[in-house]
T-cell receptor
Framework: DAKTTQPNSMESNEEEPVHLPCNHSTISGTDYIHWYRQLPSQGPEYVIHGLTSNVNNRMASLAIAEDRKSSTLILHRATLRDAAVYYCILRDGRNSGAGSYQLTFGKGTKLSVIP | DAGVIQSPRHEVTEMGQEVTLRCKPISGHNSLFWYRQTMMRGLELLIYFNNNVPIDDSGMPEDRFSAKMPNASFSTLKIQPSEPRDSAVYFC???????????FGSGTRLTVV
């Protein structure tokens, strides 16, 4: 899997928007951009994914740069429950025939939310 | 759906004992993954299955680790014999064989003393 770079940590005030950046300058044309988060003492949780266009769901928005070399996860109003480690991961979208859909997690960004 | 179900939630065992971790994936998902998480190494993929067949076990640390998926609704990860350095949280995840999200279980916290 291609590599991603994220800041180690970020802080946000409660009820304010949060923009979590991710750089992936070596992304290939078939790589999807996935975001997961892991709350304390829980398993990782899927947040959102996209290929080229910006994506929105009930949890967050994903803004993808035109050249696809970076992306930003946007939490529109941070709550205390959003305090977690956020992982940006590239996942190859090609069907290899054997079904190779593995995710490789990096260190992620630890988001702290200040009341 | 109850999600991915792992058991036990916690396991404490003595060095040298056999440990078996269990996972029930989401019905209809045909890819299953075993991860291990430690403070030092983060989340590591150990092995994954597609349609019950092991596809890549290159992340399995040693021959002491083995995993099976006898049917679409059950998988086990076995460590025999266990060692203190195997202490970690072990996660199971499942997904559809298309570009979609993984669903992770709540994990098994293993402590080997």
């Amino acid at each position: 899997d291609a590599k991603t770079t994220q800041p180690n940590s970020m802080e946000s005030n409660e009820e304010e928007p949060v923009h979590l950046p991710c750089n992936h300058s070596t992304i290939s044309g078939t790589d999807y951009i996935h975001w997961y988060r892991q709350l304390p003492s829980q398993g990782p949780e899927y947040v959102i994914h996209g290929l080229t266009s910006n994506v929105n769901n009930r949890m967050a928005s994903l803004a993808i740069a035109e050249d696809r070399k970076s992306s930003t996860l946007i939490l529109h109003r941070a709550t205390l429950r959003d305090a977690a480690v956020y992982y940006c991961i590239l996942r190859d979208g090609r069907n290899s025939g054997a079904g190779s859909y593995q995710l490789t997690f990096g260190k992620g960004t630890k988001l702290s939310v200040i009341p | 759906d109850a999600g991915v179900i792992q058991s036990p939630r916690h396991e404490v065992t003595e060095m040298g004992q056999e440990v078996t971790l269990r996972c029930k994936p989401i019905s209809g998902h045909n890819s299953l993954f075993w991860y291990r998480q430690t403070m030092m190494r983060g989340l590591e993929l150990l092995i994954y299955f597609n349609n019950n067949v092991p596809i890549d076990d290159s992340g399995m640390p040693e021959d002491r680790f083995s995993a099976k998926m006898p049917n679409a609704s059950f998988s086990t990860l076995k460590i025999q014999p266990s060692e203190p350095r195997d202490s970690a949280v072990y996660f199971c995840a499942s997904s559809l064989a298309v570009i979609s999200g993984y669903t992770f279980g709540s994990g098994t916290r293993l402590t080997v003393v």
